[in-house]
Nanobody
Framework: VQLQAFGGGLVQAGGSLRLSCAAS????????MGWFRQAPGKEREFVAA????????HYADSVKGRFTISRDNAKNTVYLQMNSLKPEDTAVYYC??????????????????????WGQGTLVTVSS
């Protein structure tokens, strides 16, 4: 599956952005999806994950209550709505996919090593 993330940009602290990740090549509903981010000089870290049916979601503690992951299987797209953005949210954001066959039935995973496919990343910059 090929993934393309977009929607990043420059926003002031307290503002909002919605990232999108479009998938192509395979049946989108065969994949659980995740968002990760990497700030300059730091390791890539988990942000949010969603199961194939959207019945299960996981969030990093740092974004709980501010970010929402969702998906539209008819549009082969996963979203990350980011509200109340902070300067520390500045990073390149990546979407990723993992086959549901690798996970427990209906699961989502926050583990970076489990993901097989990655998009190219989209830069989010939050100014103070």
């Amino acid at each position: 599956v090929q993934l393309q993330a977009f929607g990043g940009g420059l926003v002031q602290a307290g503002g909002s952005l919605r990232l999108s990740c479009a998938a192509s090549g395979r049946t989108f509903s065969s994949y659980a999806m995740g968002w990760f981010r990497q700030a300059p000089g730091k390791e890539r870290e988990f942000v949010a994950a969603i199961s194939w049916s959207a019945g299960i979601t996981h969030y990093a503690d740092s974004v709980k209550g501010r970010f929402t992951i969702s998906r539209d299987n008819a549009k082969n797209t996963v979203y990350l709505q980011m509200n109340s953005l902070k300067p520390e949210d500045t990073a390149v954001y990546y979407c990723a996919a993992v086959s549901v066959r690798k996970l427990r039935l209906g699961a989502a995973t926050p583990e970076r090593y489990e993901y097989d496919y990655w998009g190219q990343g989209t830069l989010v910059t939050v100014s103070s």
